[in-house]
């Protein structure tokens, strides 16, 4: 294997990936997960995929690839898509849907949702590629916040992601000092947060809130559908425009026909799917289904 040594770190120098590798590679993670990434970023190709090298035994980016495609298991392709993955979140990151949540769609859904057969309301929230878990779990945390009483809801809340990475980390619930600092007061690390170390846990009532699940947003939904909320947000930035149609109109298909889909600040469904009407709540934008 091309592994050397740098003289000034004596750290191993991850081999180069060729243009035709990176475009192979590139085409492959496109067709897996719908994530676009530049052939010509052959640094960041490296600085992700080089240490899968080693991992797999593969010789070069050519061979990794040809293993990815020959493991039925999918576990070689799991990991270029782990290694790939952005992975971009802090808790409450941009606090505008999370005002919109707690002053405008918990307020709606309370008033509007009936009773099940178990005498409680129902609300289904859905976050799709969330990662790491920070914004499911701000979710829950604004939840329990605003609601006080949950005993008369019966809350789902499910995060999804495609890397089965970074749901093992959300599924954890510990977080470093840093990753905390991202977004989250004092108030908040000290209600729903205990010190582990040099990190911090969810505490457990906001763990039992939540559940997660590997999805692929390339795949139909069928079957997980009639969610009342549903946040995708910076997801379809790293999607080809055909790939982010299918995505939206998919979300479409799963969501209520009153209810809210929340995507990024800077992802404008328009030019996107004709199925949702822009609306305003304060300086948030979000989305409800044409009828």
């Not at 004596?10 to 052939?39: H, M, N, Y």
């Not at 701000?138 to 605003?146: R, Y």
């Not at 977004?183 to 906001?206: A, V």
């Amino acid at each position: 294997m091309d592994v050397r040594q740098d003289p000034k770190t004596s750290r191993p120098q991850l081999r180069e990936i060729s243009p035709d590798e990176a475009k192979r590679i590139c085409r492959f993670v496109l067709q897996t997960s719908g994530i676009s990434v530049i052939p010509e970023k052959n640094r960041f190709l490296e600085a992700r995929l080089g240490p899968l090298l080693e991992r797999f035994g593969a010789s070069d980016y050519w061979t990794l690839l040809t293993t990815a495609r020959a493991d039925s298991s999918g576990n070689t392709a799991q990991a270029i898509i782990d290694a790939i993955s952005t992975n971009e979140t802090r808790f409450f990151r941009d606090i505008g849907p999370f005002d919109l949540l707690q002053h405008k769609i918990l307020p709606y859904l309370a008033s509007t949702r009936q009773p099940d057969s178990s005498g409680r309301i129902p609300i289904r929230i859905w976050s799709a590629a969330c990662s790491t878990g920070q914004e499911i779990y701000s979710l829950a945390m604004c939840i329990k916040e605003s609601l006080l009483n949950l005993k008369p809801y019966r809350i789902t809340l499910v995060g999804s992601d495609i890397s089965l990475q970074a749901l093992d980390r959300a599924r954890e619930g510990v977080y470093s000092k840093f990753e905390i600092a991202r977004g989250l007061n004092q108030t908040k690390l000290r209600k729903f947060f205990t010190p582990q170390g040099n990190s911090y846990k969810i505490r457990q009532e906001i763990r039992d809130m939540v559940s997660f699940r590997a999805v692929n947003l390339l795949d139909p939904v069928n079957g997980f559908k009639e969610w009342d909320v549903i946040f995708c947000r910076n997801v379809a930035i790293y999607f080809r425009q055909d790939h982010r149609k299918w995505l939206f109109d998919q979300l479409a298909n799963a969501l209520e026909p009153d209810g809210f889909l929340v995507a990024g600040a800077s992802e404008s469904l328009a030019a996107m799917c004709s199925r949702f009407i822009p609306k305003m709540f304060s300086s948030c934008t979000y989305y409800q289904r044409r009828f």
